[in-house]
């Protein structure tokens, strides 16, 4: 199994900011990945992030918007750029257990953004 | 291309009870997986079962068993034995070749005392 710890576990935010968004893991993983989830909505894919690699952008998300971080393979970070009241949701880290089955993927805590 | 779909918003259930809540899938690919998460007013994702697409027997985990029908290309979770604890948020999901996992819009369960 994976132990995920995300900061900050909530904000609050105004407009045209920025906010970066930690994910610890306290293992090794192959692969993490940056969920969206806007209130009421289900789970939407931002980007997958592989350590040593540029992150692969889901359909209707930038690197401009969302740059992310991968430098090693226990941590990822992932910034909200220039905030509007729009981007406010819950953001999860998930990861998948290197070496792990395909039903080894896990989730932090979220990250709960509201965009004043 | 690929699709979840969970067609109750809101279900309702008395404690102690067995509750269905449906998911239907589409994929072309012959390889796929189908998990169920909870998520409880906290917003965690708590993963509660998995099926692969070429697992013969239904899975089951204490009180949750999938209902996995592939010709009908549908995955239900039952919840045995209902507990109050139960109320949440429960998404259905399905991973395909690539480690991509794409989530149904969920359905809310009320479990009543």
């Known amino acids: 199994s994976a132990v995920i710890s995300q900061k900050p576990s909530r904000d609050i935010c105004q407009r045209g900011t920025s906010l970066t968004i930690q994910c610890q893991v306290d293992?090794?993983?192959?692969?993490m990945f940056w969920y969206r989830q806007q209130p009421g909505q289900s789970l939407t894919l931002i980007a997958t992030?592989?350590?040593?690699?540029?992150?692969?952008?889901e359909s209707g998300f930038v690197i401009d918007k969302f740059p992310i971080s991968r430098p090693n393979l226990t941590f990822s970070t992932l910034t909200v750029s220039n905030m509007s009241p729009e981007d406010s949701s819950i953001y999860l880290c998930?990861?998948?257990?290197?070496?792990?089955?395909?039903?080894?993927?896990?989730f932090g805590p979220g990250t709960r953004l509201t965009v004043t | 291309a690929q699709k979840i779909t969970q067609t109750q918003p809101g279900m309702f259930v008395q404690e102690k009870e067995a509750v269905t809540l449906d998911c239907t899938y589409d994929?072309?690919?012959?390889?796929?997986?189908l998990f169920w998460y909870k998520q409880p007013s906290s917003g965690e994702m708590i993963f509660l079962i998995y099926?692969?697409?070429?697992?013969?027997q239904n899975a089951t985990e204490g009180r949750y068993s999938l209902n996995f029908q592939k010709a009908r290309k549908s995955a239900n979770l039952v919840i045995s034995a209902s507990q109050l604890g139960d109320s949440a948020m429960y998404f259905c999901?399905?991973?395909?070749?690539?480690?991509?996992?794409?989530f149904g819009a969920g359905t809310r369960l009320f479990v009543k005392a």
């Open positions: 293992s090794q993983v192959t692969m």
């Open positions: 998930s990861v998948e257990a290197r070496g792990g089955g395909p039903n080894e993927q896990y």
């Open positions: 099926q692969g697409s070429y697992d013969e």
């Open positions: 999901a399905m991973r395909t070749g690539g480690f991509k996992t794409i």
């Open positions: 994929t072309s690919d012959q390889s796929y997986g």
């Open positions: 992030a592989n350590q040593g690699s540029e992150a692969t952008y």
